[in-house]
């Protein structure tokens, strides 16, 4: 979990081929049926574009689907979810069923004017219709108010690792590595 621009994706791969197991992005199966404009892109795609969450029926359909498949089995990461406590709720249930469970859960903690930074010059490379500043500053709210509670939840779960995310990819990698390793 962290706020857009946190860098959860990159430190996600990293981490999901560490521990071998599927790498789960909402943002990216959300973003390649928008690609493929298939009917869930099309039903993706303006909330997207306005910085808003896809509806939670939507996408806890779309995770369910995806943590049923074999490469999920094992291990997998989920990355850009659950943000909601609708989803939060959701995937418990998704998991039980699945006689599965969660090990962790790693927050990215950084600093919001840095935040804006990174997603501009990210905005320059990614060509991502959601990385204007408007739609940058908008989806800040979106996680205050949506997703933010969600860290009391997994803390009082007492699953919550916080991470310091400022720093390159790989110092905060190596950080990540660190809590994991005197957690274990
Ligand atoms: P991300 O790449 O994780 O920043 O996600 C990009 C966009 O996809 C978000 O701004 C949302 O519109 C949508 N999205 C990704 N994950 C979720 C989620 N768990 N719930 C609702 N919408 C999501």
């Known amino acids: 979990m962290g706020p857009p621009g946190a860098g959860k994706g990159t430190q996600a791969v990293a981490l999901a081929e560490r521990i071998n197991g599927a790498h789960v992005s909402t943002g990216d199966i959300f973003r390649a049926n928008v690609a493929q404009e298939t009917e869930l892109g099309q039903a993706a795609k303006r909330y997207m574009d306005a910085g808003e969450y896809v509806p939670d029926e939507v996408t806890n359909a779309m995770v369910a689907d995806r943590l049923a498949q074999d490469d999920a089995r094992e291990a997998f990461l989920l990355d850009g979810y659950p943000r909601t406590l609708d989803q939060v709720a959701k995937l418990d249930q998704i998991l039980a069923d699945l006689d599965s469970g969660l ?5 990215l903690t950084v600093v919001e004017d840095e935040l804006i930074g990174r997603l501009l010059e990210r905005a320059k490379v990614s060509g991502r219709s959601d990385d204007t500043e408007e739609v940058i500053r908008h989806r800040q709210e979106v996680y205050r108010n949506e997703t933010e509670p969600l860290l009391a939840v997994y803390r009082d779960r007492g699953l919550l690792i916080e991470v310091d ?8 990698g190596a950080r990540i590595a660190e809590a994991l390793s005197t957690r274990a």
């Open 103 to 107: 090990d962790g859960v790693i927050a």
């Open 165 to 172: 995310g400022m720093g390159s990819p790989e110092e905060v």
